[in-house]
T-cell receptor, first 115, second 114 residues
Framework: NAGVTQTPKFRVLKTGQSMTLLCAQDMNHEYMYWYRQDPGMGLRLIHYSVGEGTTAKGEVPDGYNVSRLKKQNFLLGLESAAPSQTSVYFC??????????????FGPGTRLTVL | DQQVKQNSPSLSVQEGRISILNCDYTNSMFDYFLWYKKYPAEGPTFLISISSIKDKNEDGRFTVFLNKSAKHLSLHIVPSQPGDSAVYFCAASGYGGATNKLIFGTGTLLAVQP
C-alpha cells in the first residue's frame, strides 16, 4: 500500500512549456485534490474531483487543467507555464466524509520551478 | 480574504514544556477542523481533528480546543519533544457541501529546543 504518490518529484520548466503532474492513490478513495504551497500562503486548492470522471475548480484554478479518467489517478496540467506557477504542488485524497479516522492523505509533493 | 488565520509564523519552546498553537477562522459555516503537521520535503500528515459539536479532543500528547463563539481553536502539545519541530497547519471544512474541501491557514513553524 503506497498511499498517495506523485510524479515527478522535481521539475524545471521554461516559460511557455507544458507539463503534466501525476497523482496516484491505491486506497480506492473517491475524492482527490490538487494544492499548491507558496511561502506565507499555506496550501491553496487548485482543482478537485469528487469521483471518477468529475472535476471542479478550487480557489486558484487559473492556468491549470485537470482530468480524472481513472479513479486512482488525478492529473494536473500546465498548458503554458509561467514563473508565477513556481511552487510546491501537493495531491491529496480521502475516501468519504471527513472524520477522526478518515482525513485527507497527502502525497510527498512536486517541486516545480518555472524560469 | 483569509478565512483561516494563523497569526504566529513561528514559535520556539523548550523540550518538556507546553506548545500552544493558535488558529482563528471567520466563516461560521465551518463545522470540522483539523491540524496537519509538515516536515520539510514531505507532504502534510494528519495530526488531530475536532467537530464543531465538541469543544475539546485529546489524543495522547495532543489536545485541540475549539471556542466557537470566538471562532478560535488551539493545539496544545504536552510535553513538547524535539521531534515535534515542524510546520503546523490548521484547516477547516464544511463550506463546500459534500466535497470535503479544506481551507488551510498559513502555518506555524514550531521549533522545540532540546
Amino acid at each position: 500500500n503506497a498511499g498517495v504518490t506523485q510524479t515527478p518529484k522535481f521539475r524545471v520548466l521554461k516559460t511557455g512549456q507544458s507539463m503534466t503532474l501525476l497523482c496516484a492513490q491505491d486506497m480506492n478513495h473517491e475524492y482527490m485534490y490538487w494544492y499548491r504551497q507558496d511561502p506565507g500562503m499555506g496550501l491553496r486548492l487548485i482543482h478537485y474531483s469528487v469521483g471518477e470522471g468529475t472535476t471542479a475548480k478550487g480557489e486558484v484554478p487559473d492556468g491549470y487543467n485537470v482530468s480524472r479518467l481513472k479513479k486512482q489517478n488525478f492529473l494536473l496540467g500546465l498548458e503554458s507555464a509561467a514563473p508565477s506557477q513556481t511552487s510546491v504542488y501537493f495531491c491529496a485524497s480521502v475516501t468519504g466524509e471527513l472524520s477522526s479516522t478518515d482525513t485527507q492523505y497527502f502525497g510527498p509533493g512536486t517541486r516545480l520551478t518555472v524560469l | 480574504d483569509q478565512q483561516v488565520k494563523q497569526n504566529s509564523p513561528s514559535l520556539s519552546v523548550q523540550e518538556g514544556r507546553i506548545s500552544i498553537l493558535n488558529c482563528d477562522y471567520t466563516n461560521s459555516m465551518f463545522d470540522y477542523f483539523l491540524w496537519y503537521k509538515k516536515y520539510p520535503a514531505e507532504g502534510p500528515t494528519f495530526l488531530i481533528s475536532i467537530s464543531s459539536i465538541k469543544d475539546k479532543n485529546e489524543d495522547g500528547r495532543f489536545t485541540v480546543f475549539l471556542n466557537k463563539s470566538a471562532k478560535h481553536l488551539s493545539l496544545h502539545i504536552v510535553p513538547s519533544q524535539p521531534g515535534d519541530s515542524a510546520v503546523y497547519f490548521c484547516a477547516a471544512s464544511g463550506y463546500g457541501g459534500a466535497t470535503n474541501k479544506l481551507i488551510f491557514g498559513t502555518g506555524t513553524l514550531l521549533a522545540v529546543q532540546p
